[in-house]
């Protein structure tokens, strides 16, 4: 089944005026395609291309800034796993040299 994920995040770190990634690893399982898209942006400014899939269960979401630290972003078009699993979600931002900025070391269970 294909649903639509929405993320709400506190930064502790801003990405504010450098621009940089939020990176989404999915849980195994879970399916993201060349139709996987982002939506529904807020407190986000995006680059273009804003997403970029880096394997079938991680994508990078590209900012140019981010306008506060609460963020909130939906997901598109991700295909679901077929049993039915309790996992994480590892979420981390980069800033645009590359450098880890926050990261979810505790993870997020769905």
Do not use: E, H
Request: charged share 10%; net charge negative.
């Amino acid at each position: 089944m294909t649903t639509n994920w929405v993320f709400t995040l506190k930064l502790l770190n801003s990405l504010s005026n450098l621009g940089g990634k939020i990176r989404i690893t999915f849980p195994a399982g879970f399916t993201l395609s060349g139709s996987t898209t982002v939506t529904s942006l807020s407190n986000l400014n995006p680059m273009s291309p804003t997403v970029t899939l880096i394997s079938s269960t991680v994508l990078d979401i590209a900012v140019t800034s981010v306008d506060s630290s609460d963020i909130q972003f939906q997901i598109n078009n991700v295909q679901n796993p077929t049993s039915d699993n309790s996992s994480y979600f590892r979420i981390d931002t980069y800033d645009i040299q590359g450098f880890k900025m926050d990261y979810s070391d505790n993870n997020v269970m769905f």
